[in-house]
């Protein structure tokens, strides 16, 4: 294919290598009127592809409660209170998930190719869906 032959005529210099950074989300979403959401509250390793999707649902989880609550200073106590436990979940199993993913360690490779295997595809959906909505535990 056009891309397997693109990659292989690529030069090894031209290639950027960076290391996966990991930063426990911050304790306080909100200073006075500034909020924050997404990668700047709480970022977290490509692993489960959930940064953009966590960011979406922040913003709309603080829309839902300016328009419920009609006052921003209400709106953000409320969402520093809600948003960073379900962002928490995300943190940890994203972590956890990189730890088979991004490491090099045989067992972990042969252990993660075992899981996702193995793993109906039906129960996968449902690990997938209940992240997004915050309930994994």
């Known amino acids: ?5 693109t990659v292989e005529n690529t030069k090894l210099d ?3 290598m960076k290391r996966i950074m990991s930063f426990p989300p911050l304790p ?3 200073k006075d009127r500034v909020i924050l959401l997404g990668d700047a509250a709480h970022p ?10 966590t960011a979406i649902q922040d913003a709309h989880a603080l829309f839902e409660l300016i328009k419920d609550l009609g006052n921003l ?8 209170e809600t948003r960073p436990p379900i962002a928490e979940k995300v943190y940890k199993a994203s972590a956890a998930a990189s730890q088979f993913t991004f490491k090099k360690n045989i067992f972990g ?3 993660r190719n075992f899981l996702l295997k193995s793993c109906p595809a039906e129960k996968m959906k449902e690990i997938t869906l209940s992240l997004m909505k915050g309930e994994y535990k």
Request: hydrophobic share 40%; glycine share 6%.
């Open 109 to 111: 490779e042969v252990f």
């Open 28 to 30: 306080s979403w909100k």
């Open 14 to 16: 031209n290639f950027v």
């Open 1 to 5: 294919s056009e891309v397997t032959k």
């Open 44 to 53: 977290v390793e490509p692993t489960m592809a959930m940064g953009a999707g």
């Open 73 to 80: 200073d209400d709106a953000f106590k409320q969402y520093n």
